[in-house]
């Protein structure tokens, strides 16, 4: 299975709701990630998991809060977003080398499309 | 800083034509390589890599080499399809230090049958 799955594929959200985004994977990959993606742009990291840890946040604003609640699952959680954060959403993972450093390649998920209104 | 250079878009090709997308990168150290492609509302998809210097990466028909003296990894393929319309993303990971990945701009491949 080399798969990440993310849920919901779609979201709508108004400024006051609060949502959540789920990630999945099934790899054993130890690292996972957080990307925020704009049209016609490439990713923008927000954050990243080692180990079920949070090793990097990119200076994210506070209303996107990351949870890692086991080795297969990562969660954006999302209060109070700005029209602005409408973006898709990318979740990744990648194996982590014996000396406890990421390796290189990582492998996305699809993706939650996500509308603020 | 590290950065990843990619050729503007969009490119447009006829079907069974051949492809180069351009992509140099600046890192210190021997950084890996990558290109990823998008194809429209989706997510990103690891096409090949290559880990050290004069290493080919390929996949699908398509093929890059790591040339370290150009600082590039040019990606080609010899006769492109309508299937292979998408975005295209070179990009590096690090050897040391933080091993997140930085991603050139992107190239939008058009293919017309």
């Known amino acids: ?117 | 800083g590290n950065s990843v250079t990619q050729m503007e878009g969009p490119v447009t090709l006829s079907e069974e034509a051949f492809l180069t997308i351009n992509c140099t990168y600046t890192a210190t150290g021997y950084p890996s390589l990558f290109w990823y492609v998008q194809y429209p509302g989706e997510g990103l998809q690891l096409l090949l890599k290559a880990t050290k210097a004069d290493d080919k990466g390929s996949n699908k028909g398509f093929e890059a080499t790591y040339r370290k003296e150009t600082t590039s990894f040019h990606l080609e393929k010899g006769s492109v399809q309508v299937s292979d319309s998408a975005v295209y993303f070179c990009a590096l990971s690090r050897d040391t230090g933080r091993r997140a990945l930085t991603f050139g701009s992107g190239t939008r491949l058009q293919v017309q049958p």
Not at chain 1, 57 to 75: A, D, G, K, Y
Not at chain 1, 85 to 106: F, H, V
Request: glycine share 4%; aromatic share 10%.
């Open chain 1, 1 to 117: 299975d080399t798969e990440v799955t993310q849920t919901p594929k779609h979201l709508v959200m108004g400024m006051t709701n609060k949502k959540s985004l789920k990630c999945e994977q099934h790899m054993g990959h130890r690292a996972m990630y957080w990307y925020k993606q704009k049209a016609k742009k490439p990713p923008e990291l927000m954050f990243v998991y080692s180990y079920e840890k949070l090793s990097i946040n990119e200076s994210v604003p506070s209303r996107f809060s990351p949870e890692c609640p086991n080795s297969s699952l990562l969660n954006l959680h999302l209060h109070a977003l700005q029209p602005e954060d409408s973006a898709l959403y990318l979740c990744a993972s990648s194996p982590i080398a014996n000396s406890g450093r990421a390796t290189y390649e990582q492998y996305f998920g699809p993706g939650t499309r996500l509308t603020v209104t």
